[in-house]
């Protein structure tokens, strides 16, 4: 590839009102050039194909975690799976347990782990959304996370609040009465986590935090900020700002 | 199955549950990675998710999906993962097959990810030409066959393969 010189200030200026003023088909058009796993569902960049239909592709990971570690794409470019339409989704979720069998009989896994990420914060690093399959074994240590015991208060206050958007989303009227009252300040106290085996000790928890935007490179993702444990949130989440990762 | 389930018993004991119909349940659970973290399971107890029958692995796909938007935005949250632990040494810790929606922050500092392990390209034809393999010859999913079997009243005997291998899977701690 030729080595392109910096751009100038007024470029970059220039080149940000152009991208502002895109639509939202035209902003998805030129994700999708930029995303290498459309150029990899194209052909134009091979791939160790696995599985193949209209709507999927299946390849291996050439950064696997481990040997077999298998990835699920549908062929049209979505970001997240909020984005996903359901009858492509229901087929990838199909899919998914057949390789998940695939990889317990091909492969002797003794386990697999099935994995999306959502979102910078989540880890997701490609602009197209993937179904990680993983094939495991014991010991292996692979994606080792810590359950502990959520408080009772912290969790019907988490409980209210997701339960009452998803009423909202599906059409129910119904309303759960949070538990505590909303003052945003006092939250942060609230949210605690008590860890199973020790004595109760609160422990403050990096609550989910709203950022107004995510067009952050995933090279900066990296950088610490500090927390502010917001349990509730005040404003509402752009799925757009989460999806348009590379924007 | 005799074996306590944890999710069975939030279903007995109303804990936690945001919703339910006749074949599936949505919880927050009380026992998680981070406060807020969902997980949606058949309301019907299967170990794996081979075990599932493909409609209803499809159904909780999709509600997952919904309640997932819930969970951006009722915690603003900035990310989430969506995680099926499918055997004992995936970290499965309930014998209840689940997909579970963990809310993400940027700074939470988990360890949802992996080293990558660079292959060598030899080494990744020889893993796809023998999964292409595979592939060809797994067999009918086990779960339909089962559903077709009872349906018409007529067991088939399982395979003594199948049987070992879904034993050293469902073993639980």
């Not at chain 1, 979102?119 to 179904?131: D, T, Y």
């Amino acid at each position: 590839m030729p080595e392109q010189a910096p751009l100038t200030a007024e470029q970059k200026k220039v080149l940000q009102e152009k991208l502002q003023n895109l639509s939202p088909e035209e902003l998805k058009q030129l994700q999708q050039q930029q995303c290498i796993f459309c150029q990899i569902v194209s052909g134009k960049i091979p791939s160790k194909k696995i599985y193949e239909d209209e709507q999927a592709l299946v390849i291996l990971d050439i950064n696997p975690a481990v040997k077999g570690h298998l990835l699920l794409l549908p062929k049209e470019h979505y970001a997240i799976m909020p984005q996903v339409p359901e009858a492509i989704l229901s087929h990838l979720f199909t899919v998914s347990k057949r390789l998940s069998q695939l990889l317990l009989r091909g492969l002797k896994a003794s386990g697999t782990t099935i994995f999306i990420a959502n979102g910078l914060a989540a880890g997701q690093r490609a602009q197209h959304l993937l179904v990680h399959i993983i094939p495991r074994k014991e010991a292996d240590h692979l994606l080792e996370v810590e359950e502990k015991v959520v408080d009772e208060e912290t969790r019907t206050t988490f409980q209210a609040s997701i339960e009452n958007r998803f009423n909202e989303l599906i059409g129910l009227k119904k309303q759960v009465v949070p538990v505590a009252e909303k003052k945003p300040e006092s939250k942060m106290g609230k949210s605690k986590v008590v860890a199973a085996e020790d004595s109760p000790r609160p422990k403050p928890v990096p609550a989910p935090v709203k950022v107004p935007s995510l067009s952050k490179t995933p090279a900066s993702s990296g950088k610490k900020k500090s927390a502010v444990p917001k349990p509730i949130a005040q404003e509402k989440v752009s799925l757009d700002d989460i999806a348009s990762l590379f924007k | 199955m005799t074996m306590k389930c944890d999710y069975c018993e939030l279903i007995e004991e109303n804990r936690g549950l945001i919703y339910q119909d006749d074949t599936i349940v949505i919880a927050v659970k009380d026992i998680a990675v981070v406060p807020g973290q969902v997980t949606v399971f058949p309301k019907k107890h299967y170990t794996i998710i081979e075990q599932i029958p493909d409609a209803i692995v499809v159904q909780c796909a999709l509600m997952a999906n919904k309640v997932g938007v819930a969970v951006f935005e009722a915690l603003g949250c900035q990310g989430t993962n969506v995680i099926i632990k499918n055997g004992l040494s995936a970290g499965q810790t309930v014998p209840h097959c689940a997909l579970e929606i963990i809310p993400r922050a940027e700074n939470d500092n988990l360890p949802l990810r992996w080293e990558p392990q660079p292959v060598p390209e030899d080494e990744l034809e020889v893993t796809a030409s023998l999964l292409r393999e595979e592939l060809a010859n797994l067999p009918p999913d086990s779960a339909k066959e089962k559903e077709l079997t009872k349906n018409k009243e007529k067991p088939i005997p399982e395979k003594p393969a199948d049987n070992y291998l879904l034993k050293s899977i469902r073993r639980m701690p």
